[in-house]
């Protein structure tokens, strides 16, 4: 078991290793930590790209089976924050700790996966695969986002959302602790989304994942129980979806979020950064290698 701690511009030397009281399943996955023990602790993290301050102190932390959504207008730091969590990003402030079981600390996700074309799904999870340590298994992540039937097929006879669920399986190699995932259902057709979903809270039912997922789909409180949002690098609200809405008097998320951000401009100064231009590179980046 390992806690994975990144204390600010020092991650990008390497990671502290801590040990707490989880422990190994006898089957060889992880054991997520106790309920009340946090899988994610986030303590005054600050990331910039030059003198542009996109990440601004944020705190929180995420336990075991929680699913919390991360919104934001465009540009508020939401991509930015996922990828210093992820560990492609070092935080140049604050502390990023993850406590996991496992050969995988955190499962990542960008918002546009990219693999290559010509290959198989299995043959991409396996390349995937051979990149985390121990027996990992390509069959039983196809099976967790319904995929087996489809393990033969070429990327590029897949569709959008085919595609987007081979990203999911990709981060779900290892079995890690801490699922971190960059718009997950973007640009997909509402069954898709309903799906994508489904299988996310089935992974916080059933194997105490931890989930943080980023949208700008104010529905997500069907499978989110914490909203998280960011407003020009700052987290303002973390709460359930209920409360937001009733410290707002507002009938929806959508509504509880523009009482929060207004209703005028909603493209902040984050947007256009580095991260954005290299958001194609972070499967690979995630697992160590290249795509």
């Known amino acids: 078991m390992t806690d994975t701690t990144q204390p600010g511009a020092a991650a990008a030397d390497g990671k502290k290793m801590m040990t707490n009281g989880a422990t190994a399943r006898s089957d060889g996955h992880r054991s997520p930590p106790d309920a009340g023990e946090p899988v994610l602790t986030l303590e005054g993290v600050e990331r910039g790209f030059g003198d542009l301050t996109v990440v601004d102190g944020v705190s929180t932390r995420l336990r075991a089976g929680q699913v919390a959504a991360l919104v934001g207008p465009n540009g508020s730091g939401k ?50 695969a051979d990149l985390v340590e121990g027996g990992v298994s390509v069959d039983e992540a196809l099976e967790r986002v319904g995929l087996a039937e489809l393990r033969d ?94 410290a707002r008097d507002a009938e929806t998320l959508t509504d509880a979020f523009l009482a929060e951000v207004g209703r005028g401009r909603t493209v902040q100064p984050g947007s256009g950064t580095v991260q954005d231009e290299e958001a194609g590179d972070d499967t690979a980046a995630a697992n160590g290698g290249d795509a």
Do not use: K, W
Request: aromatic share 4%; with cysteine; charged share 20%.
């Open 79 to 128: 991509t930015t924050l996922l990828r210093v969590i992820a560990g492609l990003l070092p935080a140049d402030a604050g502390e990023v700790s993850v406590a996991a079981e496992g050969p995988r600390a955190v499962g990542y996700l960008p918002q546009a996966p990219r693999f290559r074309s010509r290959l198989t799904v299995t043959e991409t999870l396996s390349f995937y």
């Open 153 to 246: 097929r070429r990327i590029e006879a897949l569709s959008g959302g085919m595609v987007r669920l081979v990203g999911l399986a990709q981060a779900l190699l290892g079995d890690p602790a801490l699922l971190v995932l960059d718009e997950p259902t973007s640009s997909l057709d509402p069954a898709m989304t309903e799906y994508i979903y489904d299988v996310i809270a089935d992974l916080a039912a059933d194997e105490g994942t931890a989930v943080l997922l980023s949208t700008h789909d104010l529905d997500v409180s069907r499978v989110a129980d914490r909203v998280l949002l960011l407003n020009r690098g700052r987290l303002v609200v973390d709460d359930t979806p209920e409360a937001v809405c009733a």
